[in-house]
């Protein structure tokens, strides 16, 4: 059975870091695209970041371009989002997925609450 588990989410003041993680298991990592959404309360679900196979393609929405940093680490079947310069609209839950088109995950992960205080 597939598993994604997202950890490192929580509460910090705006301008702030926090780092998630997103660890696999019941699936062979390293050939899926990995990618993060998240929901905001009373919003749609929203796209966040992507990362190829390999590490070395990665895409961001125009929201957190330049402040978000998505890694990962396939022989620890782990992805990561370092999350920079947090602003209180970050506020949401993330969700790790995987799958062959980050448009349509096949995988999602049960999220993790991030909260950011101004």
């Known amino acids: 059975q597939v598993q994604l588990v997202e950890s490192g989410g929580g509460l910090v003041q705006a301008g702030g870091s926090l780092r998630l993680s997103c660890a696999a298991s019941?699936?062979?990592?390293?050939?899926?695209?990995m990618g993060w959404f998240r929901q905001a309360p009373g919003k749609e679900r929203e796209f966040v970041s992507r990362?190829?196979?390999?590490?070395?393609?990665?895409y961001y929405a125009d929201s957190v371009k330049g402040r978000f940093t998505i890694s990962r680490d396939n022989a620890k079947s782990t992805m990561y989002l370092q999350m920079d310069s947090l602003k209180p609209e970050d506020t949401a839950i993330y969700y790790c997925?995987?799958?062959?088109?980050?448009?349509?995950?096949?995988?999602w992960g049960q999220g993790t609450q991030v909260t950011v205080s101004s």
């Open positions: 019941g699936v062979t990592f390293s050939p899926y695209a």
């Open positions: 990362i190829n196979w390999s590490g070395s393609n990665t």
């Open positions: 997925v995987a799958g062959i088109n980050i448009a349509t995950p096949r995988y």
